[in-house]
């Protein structure tokens, strides 16, 4: 079962700043926080990870709660090419990659 | 080269054809992957192979039967499928495995079994 709780959907206007919030409240010290995307008719794609520290890269900015147990993806300014699925993922013991439901991402013109 | 390329694009099948999707990385990946993803569903991991050895297998039926010829081809061979089966096929790879470890996936296959 995947590790991470995301709400269903989101709705933002183009060009604003969008929060995706994830809760991980079970992540272990040694636990990545993966986001990858999926646009439709498309595979995923990887969007950012990190540990402990904030990170940034050119698709987005990734906030990392004190506790670790809640992370929240940015990204800057939507446009409507952000529309998508949104999954945060915490790999299990196996290293895999374990999927929950994932964000499903709305842009509005 | 960044890209994760799989072949067919789109596959239509009988239950009683016997047909491979095709995958390919030429990143030095030494980890690569199978998953299924239903419509609306997120991607359910099938197999793993690792340094071109099957590292995982989460209880898929024997009618796919992967093969890694080498470690830049990862092959998913079917074979008698049900029409429960039907679904986007996508192959992934890795630079190994570890907690840290971005995949990069390919487009799919988008199959469909009558």
């Known amino acids: 079962d995947a590790k991470t709780t995301q709400p269903n959907s989101m709705e933002s206007n183009e060009e604003e700043p969008v929060h995706l919030p994830c809760n991980h409240s079970t992540i272990s010290g040694t636990d990545y926080i993966h986001w990858y995307r999926q646009l439709p008719s498309q595979g995923p794609e990887y969007v950012i990870h990190?540990?402990?520290?904030?990170v940034n890269n050119r698709m987005a900015s990734l906030a990392i709660a004190e506790d670790r147990k809640s992370s929240t993806l940015i990204l800057h300014r939507a446009t409507l090419r952000d529309a998508a699925v949104y999954y945060c993922i915490l790999p299990d013991s196996n290293y895999q990659l374990i999927w929950g439901a994932g964000t499903k991402l709305i842009i509005k013109p | 080269d960044t890209e994760v390329t799989q072949t067919p694009k789109h596959l239509v099948m009988g239950m009683t054809n016997k047909k491979s999707l095709k995958c390919e990385q030429h990143m030095g990946h030494r980890a690569m992957y199978w998953y299924k993803q239903k419509a609306k569903k997120p991607p359910e991991l099938m197999f793993v192979?690792?340094?071109?050895?099957?590292?995982i297998n989460e209880s898929v039926p024997s009618r796919f039967s992967p093969e890694c010829p080498n470690s830049s081809l990862l092959n998913l061979h079917l074979h008698a499928l049900q029409p429960e089966d039907s679904a986007l096929y996508l192959c992934?790879?890795?630079?190994?495995?570890?907690?840290?470890?971005?995949?990069?996936f390919g487009p799919g296959t988008r199959l469909t079994v009558l």
């Open positions: 990190g540990l402990t520290s904030n």
């Open positions: 992934a790879s890795s630079q190994d495995r570890t907690q840290s470890g971005v995949q990069f």
């Open positions: 192979y690792s340094y071109e050895k099957l590292s």
